[in-house]
């Protein structure tokens, strides 16, 4: 096995060479990752579909649920304090195993119930063929645990690649031989099962578990603070599909749920792995405030530098967007992405404070903020559900502003860092961003007509140059900070 036991601290310079290194591998092969990904899911778009995307919203609401109580805060926990041996992994691999067994039993017989909410009987089938997802997670969270201690994020990296690769020519294949909803399926199923696996394998990490659960109190009070922080979040974050789902048909849910896959690409497929680069980093220097506090703010230049311009672009180009990605059956798509393309800034944002004040040792302040959103977040999606999926979409707009400044207030103190510090790393990027999505408006309006792919590419490329000029202009560090980034200095 390859790491156990307890590493050293490295030198400062030593870490900031680590972390590049896990920020360019976790990136640059998360970028090709959904490259490929986005490239079959596009496809698969095309040929399923509005109402078999609604089905299987309904059923993801489940599986999100319980994949929030599948143990992975107790991996997190064996990362952070970094002094756990081969026991401790051991039984790590034991907790995980007895409470994935359990969630997928669950799931199994819980189907019928949860169909029955729904008032659509193919949920209770889709339910039962996914339960078996849980079955790798015990693989995958093994795996990440010896590799994130020693930040080996390269194999990582190659190990998402490929169960990615598998992940996506399932989906294209079974869409392609008409699946239909089995589609969304067959695919995860076949992504998760491959990352599990290989994850383990290629951390040398196979050990023999241990259901002998003694001694593992701290791994159950640090990764029990931050599930019962994860379930909040699951009622703030999957509340939209349970109150829509209800009452919306599986065509409309269907078109809501895929527009808000687009407009949360970002900060659902590129944040989350370097977040994971950031907690691994930050817990390596967790007693050093002014450290923890200078890479927090250098990930919010660099990660909102890219954040910004995706977001607030694609609210200016929504509709040709929709035209060229998804095709003239999803045109209603797009008022409802444009709305929630605004609103995704704030989510970005929000969704970086976790990390850091986790590493600190005060998960409690995630928890906190998953209550507030738990109870602010329903509200907002139960007053939006009455005008339809657009209704849904602007309550995202209406409280995750009030999400991300409580969450600032609450995490900021811990992790050392002020309010004016991180308006400063933020302002620069909004203001070019804003006036990239007012040129490429402006623009829009003025074009004659054209066909949608060469107005689509007029836009992106009028509103890029708009971006990095601005940036040239007023904000050169910060471009030079992403550039040196990116050249490995």
């Not at 949920?123 to 093994?142: E, G």
């Not at 040709?320 to 709305?339: E, F, N, S, T």
């Not at 999606?381 to 979409?393: H, K, Q, S, T």
């Not at 402006?442 to 054209?450: I, M, Q, S, V, Y």
């Amino acid at each position: 096995m390859s790491a156990a036991g307890t590493a050293a601290s490295p030198a400062p310079g030593e870490l900031a060479r680590q972390v590049r290194s896990a920020v360019i591998w976790r990136s640059g092969t998360q970028i090709f990752s959904q490259v490929v990904a986005w490239a079959s899911t596009f496809m698969v778009i095309r040929i399923l579909s509005p109402a078999d995307y609604g089905l299987f919203a309904m059923t993801s609401v489940v599986l999100v649920l319980l994949s929030l109580l599948n143990g992975y805060g107790f991996a997190n926990a064996a990362i952070q304090q970094r002094d756990g041996g081969e026991q401790q992994l051991r039984q790590l691999f034991g907790l995980l195993l007895v409470i994935n067994a359990a969630l997928a039993a669950g799931q199994f017989f819980a189907a019928p119930w949860i169909a029955a909410y729904y008032r659509q009987s193919a949920v209770a089938d889709l339910l039962r063929v996914q339960a078996l997802i849980y079955l790798s997670t015990p693989f995958l969270a093994l795996g990440y645990t010896v590799l994130s201690r020693e930040m080996d994020f390269r194999r990582q990296a190659q190990v998402n690649v490929g169960s990615a690769l598998i992940g996506a020519f399932t989906a294209l294949g079974c869409a392609l031989a008409g699946c239909g909803v089995w589609t969304l399926v067959f695919a995860p199923l076949a992504s998760f099962t491959s990352r599990g696996l290989g994850m383990a394998i290629a951390a040398r990490a196979l050990v023999w578990p241990s259901f002998d659960f003694r001694g593992v109190r701290k791994l159950a009070d640090y990764g029990g603070v931050v599930m019962i922080g994860q379930i909040f979040w699951f009622a703030q974050s999957q509340a939209d599909i349970v109150i829509a789902g209800r009452a919306f048909a599986p065509h409309e849910l269907g078109l809501y749920t895929t527009s808000l896959f687009l407009a949360q690409i970002f900060v659902n497929k590129v944040v989350p792995p370097l977040n994971e680069v950031a907690f691994s980093a930050y817990a390596r220097i967790q007693d050093d405030t002014a450290a923890v506090a200078a890479g927090f703010l250098k990930s919010v230049r660099l990660i909102m530098t890219i954040a910004l311009p995706f977001c607030l672009g694609l609210a200016a180009v929504a509709e040709p967007a929709v035209h060229v990605a998804l095709g003239d059956k999803w045109l209603a798509a797009a008022p409802i992405v444009r709305l929630l393309a605004l609103a995704m800034p704030f989510m970005t944002l929000y969704v970086l404070f976790g990390p850091a004040v986790s590493a600190r040792g005060r998960p409690g302040i995630t928890t906190r903020c998953s209550v507030l959103g738990a109870v602010l977040m329903p509200i907002a999606y139960y007053i939006g559900v009455r005008f339809g999926a657009v209704g849904i979409a602007g309550a995202w707009l209406a409280a995750y502003p009030v999400m991300t400044a409580i969450g600032a207030a609450w995490s900021l103190p811990v992790i050392g860092v002020s309010a004016c510090a991180l308006r400063d790393a933020v302002l620069p990027p909004t203001l070019a961003a804003l006036a990239m999505g007012l040129a490429v408006t402006l623009l829009d309006h003025a074009l004659p007509p054209l066909a949608q792919l060469a107005r689509l590419a007029v836009l992106v490329g009028v509103g890029g140059a708009v971006y990095g000029g601005w940036l040239l202009l007023f904000a050169r560090a910060q471009l030079n900070e992403m550039i040196a980034l990116v050249l490995k200095r």
